[in-house]
């Protein structure tokens, strides 16, 4: 059974949670922020104080590799290679669209019809959001997108999508289509990446500790790849 510390900074919310074969043991979580700097490490150091006064020892540290905010990603995975190094236990990296469509079937909002879309925000009418099914699969890949009524059309003509994070309110009057849903509360949560990094560990799908980088706001600006319909059903 792995013994895994999840961190996710890459938004406004910095979270810390302790999972044991995939099961939530331990939580820690700010919505007020953004204050990572100063709140990740006592959030890690209750942490690993559970840890010691539960006799466990941690097996991987799991992080957030987003797309997010610059600062908020550096500031968690430089905690997350830390503790890596200092514990001598492999990294595991986790998309923060996928994180979040894992919370959103977490909270029985998806159907098996349904396709989720994680949108983050950026600038004007810009979102970088992705597209998967109930099971967690891919429909297409995290990328940059300008909203407006034609940008998910071709997914929308076939299923229901299910619209949520901080990017997808201000995209609500541009996506007009009887198969848009809107929903709220969901955030990125280390909490919800409890049973995603537990798998990723089963599969010993870890990270170069030491020239692991993450995916920045930034160059998804600057690459913005084109619409492509994948795996559509």
Known sequence: MACILNIETSTRVCSVAISLNGVLLFERCDKEGPSHATILGTFVSDALAFLRNEGRALDAVAVSCGPGSYTGLRIGVSMAKGLCFAHDVPLIAIETTKIMAALAVDKGFADDGALLCPMIDARRMEVYAALYNKEL???RDTQADIVDAG???PYLATNRVLFFGDGAEKCREAIEDENAVFIGGI?????AMCRLS???????QFENTAYFEPFYLKEFVATKPKNKVLNQQ
């Not at 537990?198 to 010993?204: L, V």
């Open 151 to 153: 940008t998910y059309a």
């Open 137 to 139: 699969e891919k429909a």
């Open 198 to 204: 537990d798998e990723a560990f089963g599969w010993q």
């Open 187 to 191: 955030d990125p949560l280390a909490s």
